[in-house]
């Protein structure tokens, strides 16, 4: 008799987050990383070509399954298209700049199977170097009532900004409320009850609105802290980087989301909203990331506020204009909780 391995439990969902230039170091830290049998579905939302001929040499000598587009997608998007091909009880949603560490999978899954959970977030770091510094160790999201009836959102992120070193000796496995999609283990039973992930949620908060989701059902989340990964964020650090992450952080793709999470859940438009809509306005993380890098450029590291103000108005206006442009070769209906459905160019399949 010969032995055979036995079939994968787990498909990995990689998506695209806001820029490509991670990609080849994440795919890298994913193979060398994950001991578990899996499936791999790579999702490539209109990568350079660089990174689209790197992504096809990978999975021709690896044996996944990749799925281009010719357009940028949004999150929810892309994940609905990889969601699509998945047969296994589990899928977990990796994005494209997440740095991934020894027994990852294992311990999620391991967690999975011991609690029950529908969805399991492990400890999730930010920046580098690389597993030092806490992004998220579990969360609260919940909605609650106040005195005059108003249904208000509770968001909360335990040990944001800590060091690892500080922290790992008291983090636990524990149910919690949130679970962010950088990373996430999620049972694909779910989806039977919920269908895919809301197409109205075009680039943030949509992990909120999934969470909310899946507890209204009844069913668990976990935080797994023998979990570590790492995401490592903009900015946009080449030219082939810029169109997409203008795209993904555009005041319309927020600002649509924002309002859908509002109208969905029945919320009110309360301070939790307001800072967030005051703080699209002024173009807060455009000018933090694009702005004021050009400007340091322009002014030889010293920085001017008065020149990043100037620009604000400028950059703004070709935001719409990148938005708009996009917009026209989308599907003409994006119902929520509906797959859009983007041409497929390209597919390999597994081996």
Request: hydrophobic residues 35%; proline residues 6%; glycine residues 6%.
């Amino acid at each position: 008799m010969t032995n055979q391995l036995p079939s994968p439990r787990v498909t990995i969902v990689v998506v695209p987050r806001e820029r490509f230039s991670c990609a080849q170091r994440s795919l890298e830290s994913v193979l060398a990383h994950t001991q578990l049998p899996y499936r791999l579905v790579y999702v490539d939302g209109n990568s350079p070509a660089p990174v689209r001929d790197y992504l096809k040499q990978q999975a021709d000598a690896h044996g996944f399954e990749l799925l281009r587009t010719e357009q940028y997608l949004y999150p929810n998007q892309a994940r609905n298209l990889g969601l699509a091909q998945v047969e296994t009880d589990y899928v977990v949603f990796l994005d494209n700049d997440v740095i991934v560490s020894p027994n990852w999978l294992t311990a999620l899954l391991n967690c999975a199977e011991e609690t029950g959970a529908a969805v399991v977030g492990p400890l999730m770091c930010q920046y580098e170097p690389i597993h030092e510094v806490v992004h998220f160790a579990g969360g609260e999201t919940h909605i609650w009532t106040d005195k005059t009836g108003r249904r208000r959102l509770r968001e909360k992120m335990y040990d944001q900004g800590k060091r690892v070193a500080d922290v790992r000796d008291r983090l636990q496995r524990t149910q919690t409320e949130l679970a962010e999609f950088h990373c996430v283990l999620v049972r694909r039973s779910i989806f039977e009850q919920l269908g895919p992930l809301d197409g109205a949620m075009l680039n943030t908060k949509e992990h909120l609105d999934f969470c909310l989701s899946v507890r209204e059902l009844g069913d668990t989340v976990y935080f797994e802290p023998d979990s570590i990964v790492t995401y490592v964020p903009g900015p946009p650090l080449q030219w082939s980087d810029l169109h997409y992450y203008m795209l993904r952080w555009s005041d319309a793709w927020t600002f649509a989301s924002l309002k859908h999470l509002q109208t969905k859940w029945n919320l009110a438009e309360d301070g939790y909203f307001q800072t967030k809509y005051k703080k699209l306005q002024k173009g807060w993380r455009r000018r933090g990331t694009i702005i004021g890098p050009f400007v340091r450029k322009l002014t030889f590291g010293l920085g001017s506020g008065k020149l990043e103000s100037l620009l604000v108005k400028p950059e703004r206006l070709l935001n719409q204009t990148l938005t708009t442009r996009h917009a026209k070769h989308q599907p003409t209906e994006q119902p929520s909780m509906k797959v859009a459905s983007p041409d497929l160019v390209s597919s390999s399949a597994n081996r």
